[in-house]
């Protein structure tokens, strides 16, 4: 079955840290570059960070260059999101997905998942 499944979300206070994970089955999960977007409330889904199949190349949204730190690991199928000083406009839902040119989103793990919230208070 082809998926991924999002977890590590949670309330945290401004300046927090979270770590989030996806984890990704039915596809060769070490042939794609990965990425993370959030939707907030009342906005469209944004692109966060991404990284490349092998983990040597990473990209981020210039909101949280700098807090944010993508990683992945091949053996377990697994890509992390390591959030740092958060604030209160990081609050959103975070979600993966395999991304293709110029960072959008693809459909290779199938639909957007469930996703997870985070939630920063001020």
């Known amino acids: 079955q082809v998926q991924l499944v999002e977890s590590g979300g949670g309330l945290v206070q401004a300046g927090g840290s979270l770590r989030l994970s996806c984890a990704a089955s039915?596809?060769?999960?070490?042939?794609?570059?990965m990425g993370w977007f959030r939707q907030a409330p009342g906005k469209e889904r944004e692109f966060v960070a991404a990284i490349s199949w092998s983990g040597g190349s990473t990209y981020y949204a210039d909101s949280v260059k700098g807090r944010f730190t993508i990683s992945r690991d091949n053996a377990k199928n697994t890509v992390y999101l390591q959030m740092n000083s958060l604030k209160p406009e990081d609050t959103a839902v975070y979600y993966c997905?395999?991304?293709?040119?110029?960072?959008?989103?693809?459909?290779?793990?199938?639909?957007w998942g469930q996703g997870t919230q985070v939630t920063v208070s001020s």
């Open positions: 039915g596809r060769t999960f070490s042939s794609y570059a």
């Open positions: 997905a395999a991304v293709g040119d110029h960072l959008i989103a693809t459909s290779d793990f199938g639909s």
